[in-house]
C-alpha cells in the first residue's frame, strides 16, 4: 500500500491536479479544502507527508502547520506558497515546514519535490550513531536526542544535523547545505538560514551564542563538537 499525502488546497482545480499527479507517483492522497478539515484528517488518517496551501479560508496555512507542530507531529510539511510571499515563506519555514513550492508551480515539480522528501523520511542508514558529548542522533531509526531526551526535529532539520555532524570541523556554503542536504541545485539561501536557526534553539544551550553550529562569517556554517574527541 503507497504512502498517504494530505493535500490541503482551496482551489479544487489544483487539489485535482496534485492529487492525480500524486497517484501517478504510486502514492495515496486525501484532500482537505480548508484548515478545520485538514486538522480532522490529519487525526483521523495519520498521513505520511501534508502539502499545505498557505492561503486558505477559516484557518490559514500557517495556524494548521503551527498547531501540527505544537501537537508534537513531525510528518512532514510541503509549504504551497505564491511567488511573492517571501515573508510567508519564512514564517512557514519557521514553524517547522520542511520544503515549499511557489505558484504557479509545476505538478511535476511539486510531485518530486513529495517523492524526495519521503524518501528522506524513510531512509535508514545501518552506520553507527552519530554522538557530540549529550548530543545522539541515531540515523537508522531517526531520533535524535539531547540529554537523553528525544528532540522534535522535522525531516530537514535531522537531516541538517546528522550532515553537519558527519562533518565536524568543516565550513559549508548555503548553497552546499542546499544541494546536499534538499537536494537543490538552486533555491532561496533563507532556507538554510531559517532550519540553522531552529536547529540551534533545539540543541543549544543560547542559542544567540550557538556552540555547536556557528556562523563562519562571509561563508555560512560550521559544527564544532562540544566534545573535541566527537
Known amino acids: 500500500m503507497g504512502q498517504l499525502v494530505l493535500v490541503v488546497d482551496d482551489d479544487p482545480t489544483v487539489s485535482d491536479v496534485v492529487r492525480r499527479y500524486l497517484e501517478h507517483a504510486g502514492l495515496n ?3 482537505a479544502a480548508d484548515g478545520d478539515v485538514a486538522l480532522a484528517a490529519y487525526e483521523r488518517e495519520h498521513p505520511d507527508l501534508v502539502v499545505l496551501d498557505l492561503m486558505l479560508p477559516g484557518i490559514d496555512g500557517l495556524e494548521v502547520c503551527r498547531r501540527l507542530r505544537d501537537r508534537g507531529g513531525n510528518v512532514p510539511i510541503v509549504m504551497l506558497t505564491a511567488l511573492g510571499d517571501e515573508e510567508d515563506r519564512v514564517l512557514g519555514l519557521r514553524l517547522g ?12 515539480e511539486l510531485a518530486l519535490r513529495v517523492q524526495s522528501v519521503l524518501r528522506r523520511t524513510a531512509r535508514t542508514d545501518s552506520g553507527p550513531a ?3 558529548g549529550d548530543l545522539t542522533v541515531d540515523t537508522a531509526r531517526r531520533v535524535a536526542t539531547l540529554r537523553g531526551a528525544d528532540l522534535p ?4 532539520e535531522f537531516d541538517l544535523l546528522a550532515f553537519f555532524m558527519r562533518q565536524p570541523g568543516r565550513a559549508f556554503r548555503r548553497v552546499e547545505l542546499l544541494e546536499a542536504v534538499w537536494g537543490w541545485t538552486f533555491g532561496d539561501h533563507s532556507t538554510v538560514t531559517v532550519h540553522v536557526r531552529r536547529l540551534r534553539e533545539k540543541i543549544e544551550a543560547d542559542p544567540a551564542t550557538p556552540r555547536r553550529i556557528v556562523t563562519v562569517w562571509g561563508v555560512g556554517y560550521r559544527y564544532d563538537p562540544a566534545d573535541p574527541h566527537a
Open 29 to 31: 492522497v486525501t484532500l
Open 97 to 108: 515546514a520542511d520544503d515549499y513550492v511557489t505558484k504557479p508551480f509545476s505538478p511535476r
Open 130 to 132: 552519530l554522538v557530540d
Open 153 to 156: 526535529l522535522t525531516v530537514r
